[in-house]
């Protein structure tokens, strides 16, 4: 336990659905990550809030929408979705973005299917 | 090519010694890391190193760092069937708080 909660573990939605991932952390973090994880890949850095604001977009399409409603919760709206969005979706915290040598605490991750 | 590289994959006999290597180009990194991830799980920090440090060691982990040629090594001593895991190495450099991280290396345990 990490203390990055991430709500759902498991997810199978089809191509026209709108679906949400939930990400909770309550270590008193101010920054907030969403990556993605596909096999045999780098980890990709999708989006970075810290203190609430986004201030990271990697080129992400916009059928991933992030939202960040205060420094515990951390959502990604998910609408429109092709196949090759299928992955793991990790969330993650750490106690700010541009601190040198600050750990980051991952959550369990949300595996998402596209069908 | 990527910016850091590890091998996708290392198998090791039980009780031997496991050596896990990653390689990176950027020689602004200030710090480097070994993540952990178990299977159905997120990543855990297991450990990391400040890039003045050419070693560092935790129990069974002995992290090493050779700067010059850019090489960072993970070695487990005494692999036990509960290091089965990915590793992940990633580095942040001084130019962007970002951790930029490698694929990951799959441990196997053989018997």
């Known amino acids: 336990e990490t203390g990055v909660t991430q709500t759902p573990r498991h997810l199978v939605m089809g191509m026209t659905n709108k679906k949400s991932l939930k990400c909770e952390q309550h270590?008193?973090?101010?920054?907030m990550y969403w990556y993605k994880q596909s096999a045999k890949k780098p980890l990709e850095l999708m989006f970075v809030?810290?203190?609430?604001?986004?201030?990271e977009n990697n080129s992400v399409p916009s059928r991933f929408s992030p939202e960040c409603p205060n420094s515990s919760h951390l959502f990604l709206h998910l609408h429109t979705l092709q196949p090759e969005d299928s992955a793991l979706y990790l969330c993650?915290?750490?106690?700010?973005?541009?601190?040198?040598?600050?750990?980051?605490?991952f959550g369990q991750g949300t595996r998402l299917t596209v069908v | 090519g990527e910016d850091v590289e590890q091998s996708l994959f290392l198998s090791v006999r039980e009780g031997d010694s496991s050596v896990i290597n990653c390689t990176y180009t950027?020689?602004?990194?200030?710090?480097l890391y070994w993540y952990k991830q178990e299977p159905g799980a997120g990543l855990q920090l297991l450990t990391y190193?400040?890039?003045n440090m050419d070693m560092k060691q935790d129990q069974r982990l002995t992290v090493l760092l050779n700067k010059k040629d850019k090489h960072l090594s993970l070695r487990i001593a005494d692999t036990q069937t509960g290091d089965s895991a990915i590793y992940f190495c990633?580095?942040?450099?001084?130019?962007?708080?970002?951790?930029?991280w490698g694929a990951g290396t799959k441990l196997i345990i053989k018997p």
């Open positions: 809030y810290n203190f609430k604001e986004q201030t």
């Open positions: 950027d020689s602004s990194s200030t710090y």
């Open positions: 993650a915290s750490s106690q700010d973005s541009g601190g040198v040598g600050t750990e980051a605490f």
């Open positions: 270590l008193g973090h101010n920054a």
């Open positions: 190193i400040f890039s």
């Open positions: 990633a580095e942040k450099r001084d130019s962007n708080y970002q951790l930029i």
